[in-house]
């Protein structure tokens, strides 16, 4: 059984970082994409990022393009986002998800997801 659970949100001010992680289980980490989304509150839930079982990323959120680092470790089967020079539209719940294939597709919505994680909140204070 696919378990994910992230961790790292938190309340930050303008132009600070974090970095989110996504650890797992239940499955076979080296062969499955990873993804992020985030949710706002009143909005829809969009992608971030997109990492591949052999750590081609994909970036889906073109305002955190330059200001994001994903990366995935083996060894800890776990999952970061770095989220650098955080604006307050960056404030929202950030999950983590498994995609059912080794590759990212080229827009999250055209790839399925087998396991979501719970979300971990960053608030960005202005």
């Known amino acids: 059984q696919v378990h994910l659970w992230e961790s790292g949100g938190g309340l930050v001010q303008a132009g600070g970082s974090l970095r989110l992680s996504c650890a797992t289980s239940g499955f076979r980490f080296d062969s499955y994409a990873m993804a992020w989304f985030r949710q706002a509150p009143g909005k829809e839930r969009e992608g971030v990022v997109c990492i591949s079982y052999s750590g081609y990323t994909t970036p889906y959120e073109d305002s955190l393009k330059g200001r994001l680092t994903v990366s995935r470790e083996r060894a800890k089967k776990t999952v970061y986002l770095q989220l650098d020079n955080l604006q307050p539209e960056d404030s929202a719940v950030y999950y983590c998800?498994?995609?059912?294939?080794?590759?990212?597709?080229?827009?999250?919505?055209?790839?399925?997801?087998?396991?979501w994680g719970p979300g971990t909140k960053v608030t960005v204070s202005s």
């Open positions: 998800a498994k995609v059912v294939q080794a590759e990212c597709a080229r827009t999250p919505d055209l790839v399925e997801y087998d396991g």
